[in-house]
């Protein structure tokens, strides 16, 4: 029986929140789910009223203060970052199109390398963000003098700003970084969720509640663009500002994103397409379903990069690169018959 769409959405919905309580509870010191779900319960208050007994201090401690944090922060960030990726790619009209296209983590990764590199690790977030959205403003306002503001200009201004960013810390890490705060800046440019807390979850939580949802929700709109400003406009869709609005919308949500996990490569890239390849390319289901695979994909991913060289840690971005790139050839492999 062919699966329809609201039973694929239903079915990655459990698929995330099996994800959760499994990959909270695999580590160093196992856990189980039940033993996940008591704590859960009991810090939300409702594990009395369930009639579930309390675990110790210890075992509470690694699953509310270490293991959740890091998981919840993972997803939020996946699906973040899958939706962003979706929404880039349609509005650009370039499959290659990914949420960093217009300079936004090497703009984030600037302002990120200059607090840590200053010894106030403590404002990271708040300069990686502030970096991605100045980034974004150098792009559009690079592709606006240029005429017209169209997908070519917009990816080709993003591309040199990005190139400028990146060449700009680059020089900032060889001239200032030694020992502890080079290992400390080269973790965060690969990617990680390892040092996540409550306020990461809080940050990538209301960013994903606030951008991330009005966003997925967009896709009539995305549709209209299919095939071009003049076919939305023939809907009666201003597509001047609400490409705007959109890319705006996108920086602030990957900003808010990789202020809390560094740069992820390819979750954003690889998501929509093997979302497509499963349920063809209408946006009002590739978006949500979308963030519900790219939650689960950075869960997973992020339980890999913990667990595989324990007690070594491997920077999640590693991960996702090394599952995305082949992921990616095979996505390319299956559409050489189709024209772009």
Same mark, same amino acid.
């Given at each position: 029986?062919?699966l329809?769409?609201?039973?694929?959405?239903?079915? %990655?919905?459990?698929?995330?929140a099996?994800?959760?309580?499994?990959?909270v509870?695999i580590?160093p010191?196992?856990?189980?789910?039940a033993e996940?779900f008591a704590?859960?319960?009991?810090?939300? &208050?409702?594990?009395?009223?369930?009639g579930?007994?309390? !675990?110790?201090?210890?075992r509470?401690?690694?699953v509310?203060e270490?293991?959740l944090?890091?998981?919840?922060?993972?997803a939020?960030?996946?699906?973040?970052?899958?939706?962003s990726?979706?929404?880039?790619?349609?509005l650009?009209?370039n499959?290659?199109?990914?949420?960093y296209l217009l300079?936004l983590s090497s703009?984030?990764?600037l302002? *990120?390398?200059?607090?840590? %590199?200053?010894?106030? @690790?403590?404002?990271l977030?708040?300069?990686a963000?502030v @970096?991605?959205v100045?980034a974004l403003? *150098?792009s559009l306002?690079l592709?606006?003098s240029? @005429?017209?503001?169209?997908?070519?200009?917009t990816?080709l201004? &993003?591309?040199a700003?990005s190139? !400028?960013?990146?060449?700009?810390?680059? #020089?900032?890490? #060889?001239?200032?970084a030694?020992g502890?705060?080079?290992r400390e800046v080269?973790?965060?440019?690969?990617?990680s969720?390892g040092?996540?807390t409550?306020?990461s979850?809080?940050?990538?939580g209301?960013a994903?509640?606030?951008?991330?949802v009005?966003l997925?929700?967009?896709?009539?709109?995305?549709?209209?663009?299919?095939?071009g400003d003049d076919s939305a406009?023939s809907l009666?869709?201003?597509?001047?500002r609400?490409?705007?609005?959109? %890319?705006?919308?996108v920086a602030l949500?990957?900003g808010?994103?990789?202020?809390v996990s @560094?740069?992820? &490569?390819f979750?954003?890239?690889i998501v929509p397409?093997?979302v497509?390849?499963?349920a &063809?390319?209408g946006?009002?289901f590739?978006?949500p379903?979308s963030a519900?695979v790219?939650?689960?994909?950075l869960?997973w991913?992020?339980t890999?990069?913990r667990?595989?060289?324990?007690?070594?840690? !491997?920077?999640v971005?590693i991960?996702?690169?090394?599952v995305g790139?082949?992921? #990616?050839?095979f996505?390319l492999?299956?559409?050489?018959?189709?024209?772009?």
């Open positions: 029986m062919k329809t769409r609201p039973l694929i959405l239903i079915a %990655l919905v459990t698929a995330l099996v994800s959760v309580a499994v990959a509870a580590g010191a196992a856990l189980s789910p996940v704590s859960i319960t009991h810090h939300l &208050g409702f594990g009395q009223l369930l579930l007994e309390p !675990l110790s201090i210890l509470d401690a690694m509310w270490l293991r944090p890091r998981v919840l922060t993972a939020c960030v996946g699906a973040g970052l899958a939706v990726g979706a929404i880039m790619q349609s650009t009209r499959p290659l199109a990914d949420p300079g703009g984030a990764s302002g *990120a390398v200059l607090v840590l %590199l200053l010894g106030v @690790g403590v404002l977030p708040v300069a963000f @970096g991605a100045a403003a *150098a306002t592709a606006g240029l @005429g017209q503001l169209t997908p070519t200009r990816v201004a &993003g591309l700003v190139q !400028l960013c990146a060449a700009v810390t680059s #020089f900032i890490i #060889f001239w200032s030694s502890d705060s080079y080269l973790a965060w440019l690969m990617g969720v040092s996540a409550w306020q979850v809080a940050i990538a209301v994903l509640v606030v951008l991330g009005p997925a929700a967009t896709g009539n709109v995305l549709d209209a663009f299919t095939f406009r009666g869709i201003n597509a001047s609400w490409r705007w609005g959109l %890319l705006l919308a949500l990957t808010a994103m990789v202020s @560094g740069s992820i &490569g979750v954003g890239l397409h093997v497509r390849l499963i &063809g390319s946006h009002r590739l978006l379903a519900l790219g939650a689960v994909f869960i991913a992020d890999l990069a667990t595989v060289f324990e007690p070594r840690e !491997l920077p971005g991960v996702t690169a090394i790139a082949p992921v #990616f050839a996505v492999w299956r559409s050489r018959g189709v024209s772009s």
